[in-house]
């Protein structure tokens, strides 16, 4: 199993600009989410889903859309980048969506730039 | 709203031993506790489920005061390979059923030789 995959590992946009973060899985995992890492912050939720088809917002979801389609991949969409959407983002996901206990595997991360 | 870690870092030499707290304003159905190395993805350590429930982990030991909505990460006679940040994780009662995870700020733990 390769776990869980992001791509691109870095990415360097311009103000405006659009692009996709890829998040895939192989583990058939149900819950997917994204979290943004920032200096002093912590790990803060973006977007997460408990299976195809449902996605919910988390705590800062502003500026990034998400869809998921299948059960194995969960795009994080920027519409319009901003420099304060400058972080490392970190893709994760968990066996079933309807159980807290179960750990979360985290992706490699995405380390974006927006100048 | 994300649960407040304290102390936000602490430098240890090794064999000595740590204590790193989380807690919330808001109830809790679970607390998870991550390590993220420098440059790495953060990394499972335990989770814990019930008030008052320990859990170890080597010599990372946890406790979960339900009613207190709290939790404590203990680290016995620190090594090297401890250091990093850790992160605790939490589930409100209302998102139990999704697994919706909610990360504090992180403490960073540094061991000295």
């Known amino acids: 199993n390769a776990g869980v995959t992001q791509t691109p590992k870095f990415q360097v946009l311009k103000t405006g600009q659009s692009m996709t973060l890829q998040c895939a899985q192989d583990?058939?995992?149900?819950?997917m989410s994204w979290y943004r890492q920032d200096p002093g912050m912590g790990l803060r939720l973006i977007h997460y889903s408990v299976g195809a088809g449902i996605t919910d917002q988390g705590e800062v979801p502003n500026g990034y859309n998400v869809s998921r389609s299948t059960t194995e991949d969960f795009p994080l969409r920027l519409l319009s980048a901003a420099p304060s959407q400058t972080s490392v983002y970190f893709c994760?996901?968990?066996?079933?969506?309807?159980?807290?206990?179960?750990?979360?595997?985290f992706g490699p991360g995405t380390r974006l730039t927006v100048l | 709203q994300q649960p407040v870690q304290s102390p936000q870092a602490v430098i240890l030499r090794e064999g000595e031993d740590a204590v790193i707290n989380c807690s919330s304003s808001k109830a809790l159905y679970s607390v998870h506790w991550y390590r993220q190395k420098h440059g790495e993805a953060p990394v499972f350590l335990m989770i814990?489920?019930?008030?008052?429930e320990q859990k170890g982990h080597d010599k990372i030991s946890a406790s979960f005061n339900e009613k207190k909505q709290q939790s404590s990460l203990y680290l016995t006679a620190s090594q090297l390979s401890y250091s990093g940040t850790y992160f605790c994780?939490?589930?409100?009662?209302?998102?139990?059923?999704?697994?919706?995870?909610?990360f504090g700020q992180g403490t960073t733990l540094q061991v000295k030789p």
């Open positions: 814990l489920l019930k008030g008052g």
């Open positions: 994780g939490t589930t409100s009662p209302r998102s139990s059923n999704t697994g919706k995870l909610i």
């Open positions: 994760a996901s968990s066996l079933t969506s309807g159980q807290s206990y179960n750990e979360q595997f």
């Open positions: 583990m058939n995992h149900e819950y």
